[in-house]
């Protein structure tokens, strides 16, 4: 019970914000794992928190306002298409013009059959 009291603070006079003890919030504070488990997102800054006390010291976990999280934030095509064309410049050999299937090792700079000094030979 004492830890109970000890961190029932809803107005955030003694912990900065809204605070309550561990399984004690109200249902429409989630942490950002339940809200994810929920297929939705954070869109707004920490609402509240709740702590306990574990054998590693106080602990803490932010809750946020489910009715104001959201689905995450879709990449627009342009964004995919970007992301598309970096990851194919990263796998793109400068040496032989060859895409491979691997990231080139940015320390080569160019593939492993270039690298080896192959690339005559492939
Ligand atoms: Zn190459």
Redesign the pocket.
Known sequence: MGAVRKYWDPEGTTYGLPTWPWKWAPSHLRTRDQLVAMGLRPHQPIAAQVMWDSKRGVRRAYLYDVALAGPPKRRSAGQVASLEAARRKRRT?P??G?EREYYLSTALK??T??ADGL?AAA
Do not use: G, K, S, W
Request: proline share 0%; with cysteine; glycine share 0%.
């Open positions: 050999c040496t032989c060859r160019e593939c059959t270039c690339a």
